[in-house]
């Protein structure tokens, strides 16, 4: 049996099916949806059609980050257990739950001396987190020791590509990451903007394609120019996507043809609640390991 806990929080946007199939332990982080708080608990209390569904109807989202004393609570849970720890966050570059983990970490090192809590920022977020989770797992089932995954991690993190595309422009706007004129012009035009995660674990808009087809042809290229192997790339790669499904699907298969020798089908996930009041629905996102992201 294994002596540390592998753990993450829910925006690594897995369901909860492959958090227990993996033995990856999780956190939830909250939002609101007009003001009625939440947790982000995979879509167990409010499913994923119904969120996206209000946010396309108006609905406000608001989100909030897991604290220090949740994170303590959740954390003394496995240490109790006699169990150390290697908990992995969502990236840095969009959230400060990094810095809530580590006090609790900080917090515990006297309660429970000689137990190990590693603190681990993915820069990712979104299934991206997730597959960087799930090979953890891979490792960790393989019998490497929890120092030994902890320096993997850090090494091999920004090789775990995150390309996201939106055919709605609506939230990005909202969000600022596109000003509102821009967004006119691109709802009028139809285009789709190509976007990814850089090596400080940032959301950055890369290129403004027209035309859906064209995007999701465009996103199957990068993973082309990025993948292990180029087309010879024989790891996993995982979708998600927010209330557009048959798009994540249209991927998927663009991908699978392309990649005859990867590990399995492509596997797609939901973009959750926390990560999906920012993107609204409409958001595909494709994650594969690569070469290092640059900035």
């Not at 429970?112 to 979104?126: C, E, H, Q, T």
Request: aromatic share 10%; charged share 25%.
């Amino acid at each position: 049996m294994c002596e540390y806990v592998l753990s993450g929080c829910s925006t690594a946007d897995l369901s909860s099916e492959h958090f227990f199939r993996r033995d990856i332990k999780y956190i939830c982080f909250h939002y609101e949806l007009d003001g009625v708080p939440y947790e982000d608990d995979l879509g167990k209390s409010m499913s994923f059609e119904t969120f996206y569904a209000s946010m396309a109807n108006g609905a406000m989202t608001k989100t909030s980050q897991i604290n220090a004393e949740e994170y303590e609570d959740y954390f003394r849970t496995f240490l109790e257990e006699g169990k150390d720890i290697i908990h992995v966050t969502l990236s840095s570059g969009i959230s400060g739950t990094i810095n809530s983990a580590k006090i609790a970490a900080d917090n515990l090192s006297d309660e429970y001396p000689g137990k190990r809590i590693y603190i681990v920022d993915s820069l990712g977020a979104s299934a991206g987190y997730g597959l960087l989770l799930d090979k953890m797992a891979d490792l960790r089932d393989n019998g490497m020791s929890i120092d030994d995954l902890m320096s993997w991690a850090v090494k091999n993190r920004l090789r775990l590509h995150h390309w996201f595309f939106s055919t709605d422009l609506t939230f990005y706007i909202r969000g600022g990451r596109i000003s509102k004129t821009a967004g006119f012009f691109g709802g009028m035009l139809n285009i789709c903007p190509l976007l990814n995660m850089d090596n400080l674990g940032r959301l950055i808009p890369r290129e403004k394609i027209r035309t859906k087809k064209k995007v999701i042809s465009t996103i199957v290229a990068k993973m082309v120019e990025h993948a292990d192997d180029c087309l010879n790339y024989s790891e996993k790669c995982f979708i998600s996507h927010s209330a557009c499904k048959e798009d994540a699907e249209e991927v998927a298969k663009l991908v699978e043809e392309r990649f005859p020798h990867m590990k399995g089908k492509v596997e797609i996930f939901s973009i959750g609640t926390v990560i999906g009041s920012h993107t609204g629905p409409g958001t595909v996102a494709l994650f594969f390991w690569g070469d290092e992201r640059e900035a």
